[in-house]
């Protein structure tokens, strides 16, 4: 199971060059990705909020080895034809390290939707998610994009340069036991359960992801699961997840305590023995 840092760009980590250089101290310390999230409000006391393609393109520049990518972006509020031109950039500049988190988002945590006149209902975004994604793969091939959807037209555009990587990997974020987030999360290159609270969740989720993607190799699929570095992340593992990302808690995270998560090191199922 690999590891990876994932933290929310909220105050003392709302500056780039500050994250920059974590992520170069957790690339030497052997970690294997550093994720951020993507958010443009969190309820408070959160102040300060940074923008997480600006801050991966200095990570990117400040690393060599380590995977990098936002984790999760809610598609349905951004532009894809804009996400296309950021992902094939931020691939190029990293020399094919960027993995793309994707997901519906939800307005609770900051109303990063009702109060900037974004789509609110669920079932729409989940539209809007879905078109996206298929914009974006057609869009990393170099070739002209049609797309005429529900939501997004892209007419006869060919997006150049195409990403280092043959495509860029996609993880979609979800809830364990809803089938649709496991069916669209099938589809793609990787799933990131929402509000994991058991090994036997994930257990049952990464079956049903098998069963739908019968055929293809399991060796082309991950499951990255969000926890503290003092969950029980054996269980996890035997469960199904192939990433371990480590979680913080975005309304005290500081940079301390990202630090301090860095230097005691990534998984290893000796270290976790009891």
């Known amino acids: 199971m690999k590891s990876a840092i994932w933290i929310p760009l909220f105050d003392e980590l709302a ?45 990117a520049a400040a690393t060599s080895t380590i995977r990098l990518g936002p984790m999760v972006t809610a598609l349905p509020r951004r532009r894809p034809q804009v996400v296309a031109r950021h992902t094939a950039t931020l691939d190029r500049l990293s020399n094919g390290r960027l993995t793309l988190g994707a997901g519906l988002g939800s307005d609770r945590f900051g109303g990063e939707f009702s109060r900037f006149g974004d789509e609110e209902d669920d079932r729409a975004r989940a539209g ?100 503290p570095a003092d969950a029980d992340l054996a269980a996890f593992r035997a469960a199904g997840a192939t990433w371990w990302l480590a979680d913080f808690d975005p309304h005290s995270i500081t940079v301390d305590e990202v630090r ?9 199922p000796a270290k976790f023995v009891e």
């Not at 007419?155 to 990997?169: H, I, Y």
């Open 128 to 227: 809007m998610l879905d078109e996206s994604l298929a914009i974006l793969r057609q869009a990393w091939t170099g070739d002209a994009v049609q797309h005429h959807g529900e939501h997004f037209t892209v007419d006869d555009v060919a997006f150049l340069p195409r990403p280092v990587q043959p495509t860029v990997p996609v993880w979609i974020a979800g809830f364990p036991g809803r089938i649709r987030p496991l069916h669209r999360a099938a589809r793609h290159d990787g799933f990131v359960p929402v509000n994991l609270e058991h090994p036997d969740q994930l257990a049952e989720a990464v079956a049903k992801i098998a069963d739908l993607r019968v055929g293809e190799p399991p060796s082309s699929y991950d499951v990255a699961v969000t926890l």
């Open 15 to 59: 500056d780039p060059l500050v994250v920059a250089r974590l992520a170069a101290e957790a690339e030497e310390a052997g970690w294997d990705g550093f994720f951020v999230w993507d958010h443009v409000r969190w309820r408070e006391p959160v102040q300060a909020a940074a923008d997480p393609w600006i801050t991966l393109a200095a990570m």
């Open 260 to 268: 301090s998560v860095i230097r005691g090191g990534t998984y290893s």
